[in-house]
């Protein structure tokens, strides 16, 4: 319903004397009730045509201003008192209390706002943009343009969302296949981020909820956490296909060992939006939507860890490394893989070895720790910030 904004409502107006009324003995109040009440459309009863039943009404509506100023007011003497003895009706508009400019340019604002059940932001506002360039009649010196647009906030959170989610695939991608060798493995966790994604707007949709700018936050907050639990499902499933059992068997053992350690993996994450629900009014309003899809994604990646990896590795994945990984010769991308786990392997030695030594020596890695502490206390006012309050930097 849009309601126009720094423009003047037409509208009939009755302008009168206080003066003339005084002297008349009339009242503001008797001109309005003698305006309305002889300007109206009263039922007068149907009528029967054929198996149709019409109501009939009579329009006692005046249609000029001459009628409204011949309306009697009331008896005197011989005669009649007008509304054109006290006053005038004028065909005029109402009392302006808003003007609006852009750009400096006289304008009139017309906003226009979407309804309730579940309506696209996207789809109103491309609507109306379309509606804009097709309007009929208009004057040549009228220049239509957009002003505020609401849809941008939600293209930019779905853009947000987008960016987030390639970016966490594109770099888990990489992971998988530096650290496994393996291009399929690296297919069957990317499943992860847009089967959890779906199941979670499935739900909402099931529970009556609608995709907003909340509930895309929510999923471009969760989309780091979406893939951890299938990467370490199918990092156990390839230490048993690398102990030599075969693909299904790897699966099945791999997918059962990891279930209880992901699932309190997951809940430890969905409890953090636990106290939500102490929420009221507005905020509740808002952040619970956000923690249902933070909620809902994290335990449909839980499900997709347990049932989607496992399949998929036991139908499409046949060794646990490429066999040319830990052989002379292959393409870039094998001998790259070979250079990087020799690589890796020098640095689990080096970390083993000063671990060994951290152990053997207690007292010096605390004290050592405590060193460091202190010294970065003593750092602190150098770092722009009140050392007396510890909240308020300098610059504030």
């Known amino acids: ?121 996207i789809a109103v506002v491309n609507g109306v943009r379309v509606a804009i360039g097709r309007l009929l009649d208009v004057p040549k010196t009228l220049v239509t343009k957009v002003v505020f647009d609401q849809s941008v906030f939600v293209k930019t959170a779905i853009a947000n969302l987008g960016s987030e989610g390639g970016i966490g695939l594109i770099l888990t991608a990489l992971m998988i296949l530096v650290f496994l060798g393996n291009i399929r493995a690296t297919v069957a966790v990317m499943l992860s981020i847009p089967l959890s994604a779906l199941a979670a707007f499935l739900a909402l949709n099931i529970g009556g909820g609608s995709i907003n700018s909340m509930v ?72 619970v939507a956000l923690a249902l899809s933070v909620v809902l994604s994290l335990f449909a990646s ?31 991308f094998q001998r790259f893989v070979r250079w990087f786990n020799r690589g890796y392997d020098r640095g689990l030695m080096r970390y083993d070895v000063l671990v060994r030594r951290s152990l053997l020596r207690p007292a010096s890695v605390v004290l050592g720790v405590l060193g460091a502490f202190l010294l970065s206390l003593g750092l602190y006012p150098f770092m722009g910030w009140h050392s007396s309050l510890g909240l308020i930097p300098d610059s504030l």
């Not at 005669?79 to 808003?98: E, F, P, R």
């Not at 839980?302 to 292959?330: D, M, Q, S, W």
């Open 1 to 121: 319903m849009p309601q126009p904004f720094g423009g003047k409502y037409r509208q009939i107006q009755v302008y009168v004397d206080p003066v003339k009324l005084q002297a008349n003995q009339l009242s503001l109040m008797d001109v309005v009730r003698t305006v309305n009440d002889s300007n109206a459309i009263l039922p007068s009863g149907d009528v029967r045509i054929g198996p149709k039943d019409f109501n009939i009404y009579t329009n006692a509506q005046m249609p000029t201003t001459e009628e409204i100023n011949r309306l009697p007011l009331k008896s005197v003497k011989n005669g009649q008192l007008l509304v054109s003895d006290v006053g005038q009706a004028k065909d005029a508009a109402a009392i302006q209390t808003n003007i609006v400019r852009v750009d400096g340019q006289h304008s009139v604002y017309l906003p226009i706002l979407k309804q309730g059940g579940g309506g696209s932001t």
């Open 216 to 287: 895309l936050g929510g999923l471009a907050l969760a989309f780091s956490r979406l893939i951890d639990n299938s990467v370490v499902v199918l990092e156990n499933i390839f230490r048993h296909l690398e102990m030599g059992k075969s693909p299904e068997q790897a699966a099945e053992e791999g997918g059962r060992e990891v279930a209880l350690p992901v699932l309190a993996a997951t809940f430890t994450t969905a409890i953090v939006f636990f106290p939500v629900v102490f929420l009221y009014g507005v905020s509740r309003f808002l952040f």
């Open 302 to 332: 839980y499900v997709v860890a347990l049932t989607v990896v496992p399949l998929f590795c036991a139908k499409f994945i046949r060794n646990a490394h490429n066999e040319a990984a830990h052989h002379l010769g292959g393409d870039p």
